[in-house]
C-alpha cells in the first residue's frame, strides 16, 4: 500500500535513468519494463497501459513533459508500484501543450483505493515548480530517493 509514502513505490529496479526511446509506445514500455523487473506486474500489464492510450488518447499527459502510464487494476498487478523513466530526448504523445515528454511514471496498483492513493501522492509532488526539472537531471536512484524524501 503507498502508506502516505511516494518512495515506497520505487526501488532500484523500478528507475530507468536517462533511456532512449523513439515512440510513445516505446516510453511506456519502457516505464513498464521497470514494473516488471521490480516484481510489480507483467508484460501483460506494460501492454494494457498501451491500450490505454491507443483507445482513449494522450490524457495520461497529466503535466507540461510528465505522462503517467497506467492501466486499470488487474490479475496482471503483483502489487503495488510505480516506475520512473527520465528520456535522453523527449517523445511526442501528441498531448498538444503538455508534449512533448521526457518523464514517465508507470503506475500499478491491485485494487482502485490503491490507484486513488498513489495518484495523490503523486500530484502532491507534482505541484511542485521544480519536481519535473529535478527529475530530468538525475544520476542514480539514491538521489531520487533524496527528492522524494523532500
Known amino acids: 500500500m503507498p502508506n502516505g509514502n511516494l518512495a515506497n513505490a520505487f526501488s532500484a529496479e523500478s528507475v530507468l535513468l536517462q ?4 515512440s510513445w509506445r516505446e516510453a511506456i514500455s519502457l516505464a513498464g519494463s521497470g514494473l516488471v523487473a521490480a516484481g ?7 501492454q494494457a497501459m498501451i491500450d490505454v492510450v491507443e483507445t482513449n488518447g494522450p490524457y495520461i499527459v497529466i503535466a507540461p513533459g ?3 502510464a497506467h492501466a486499470r487494476p488487474s490479475v496482471e498487478v503483483l502489487r503495488w ?3 520512473l523513466v527520465t528520456l535522453v530526448e523527449p517523445v511526442r504523445f501528441g498531448a498538444g501543450a503538455n508534449d512533448p515528454v521526457s518523464v514517465v511514471v508507470g503506475l500499478a496498483a491491485v485494487d482502485k483505493q490503491q ?5 495523490q501522492l503523486l500530484a502532491e509532488k507534482l505541484v511542485e515548480p521544480e519536481f519535473v526539472n529535478s527529475l530530468l537531471k538525475l544520476s542514480n536512484f539514491e538521489r531520487f530517493e533524496d527528492i522524494l524524501a523532500n
Open 40 to 46: 510489480v506486474a507483467t508484460d501483460a500489464y506494460t
Open 66 to 68: 510528465f505522462a503517467l
Open 19 to 22: 533511456r532512449t526511446a523513439t
Open 115 to 119: 490507484h486513488i492513493e498513489a495518484l
Open 81 to 83: 508500484g510505480m516506475s
